[in-house]
């Protein structure tokens, strides 16, 4: 095990990380901070469940990903204005026609892997995800980012699995046209 | 079994990315895919997504390219 002081200094080392990690789900910074904040305090207070026997950056996620969920929680009992739009009905009217069929069909993105090494596409997809109504946003994001499943989500935001699922549906469809339009498209 | 429209079939591949289809859903499902390929971009782009915002910490964003 690695003394005291190197194993503080490994961890500060991280904090970059573990806040852009943070703020991916939380879209604030101060409550980021906070969060990170506490995980480190609580991963330098248990330095003996590290052990050597994870990757140091693993472990800390792992710890992180608690703190992020506690702030969720707290925020989904505060009482927050009407959320504009989100859960209206139209579901996509412009994609299909009227029986359900594709009004375009959606094209090719050929090999995208590649796309995920550059900077640049990650800044298209985060712009596409800023652009997400808060709530839908929050949703996608403890499934795809924290990879929490839908009964943990449905529990922390005290909403129904249908709820859910429409919520996710509507991301990742709202998600691949901005992709579309801002990236693949081009 | 009643034929699945394409607005149907991007639902279903959604929450199959989040539950445990049913039997009849992923036959529905499967049968459709096979014949559209409208739907099976769409199911390959949803599923992007996720590997996609896995990569999104690993970088800074704020700073230059």
């Known amino acids: 095990m690695p003394p005291p002081a190197d194993f503080r200094s490994q961890i500060e080392a991280l904090r970059p990380y573990l806040l852009r990690f943070a703020s991916l789900q939380l879209r604030d910074a101060a409550a980021a901070e906070d969060a990170v904040q506490e995980a480190l305090v609580a991963a330098l207070a248990g330095e003996s469940g590290f052990a050597g026997r994870a990757n140091l950056r693993t472990w800390l996620t792992g710890i992180l990903k608690h703190k992020i969920v506690d702030t969720v929680r707290r925020q989904a009992r505060e009482p927050t204005l009407p959320q504009e ?47 997400l109504p808060a709530r839908t946003a929050k949703v996608f994001m403890l499934r795809e980012h924290l990879g929490l499943d839908t009964p943990e989500i449905c529990k922390e935001l005290a909403i129904t699995p249908t709820h859910c699922w429409v919520m996710l549906y509507r991301a990742r469809m709202t998600l691949r046209e901005c992709l579309q339009q801002t990236w693949f498209g081009r | 079994m009643r034929v699945l429209s394409c607005k149907e079939t991007t639902r279903l591949v959604s929450q199959g990315l989040d539950r445990e289809l049913a039997f009849g859903e992923r036959v529905a499902l499967r049968l459709h895919l096979a014949i559209c390929l409208g739907c099976r971009r769409a199911g390959r782009q949803m599923a992007y997504l996720r590997r996609a915002v896995r990569e999104l910490a690993e970088i800074d964003l704020t700073t230059g390219a």
């Open chain 1, 85 to 131: 739009g989100e859960d209206a009905l139209d579901d996509f009217d412009a994609l299909f026609r009227r029986n359900g069929h594709w009004a375009e069909r959606p094209a090719g993105w050929g090999e995208p892997d590649g796309a995920l090494e550059q900077s640049q596409f990650l800044r298209a997809l985060q712009a596409c995800l800023e652009r």
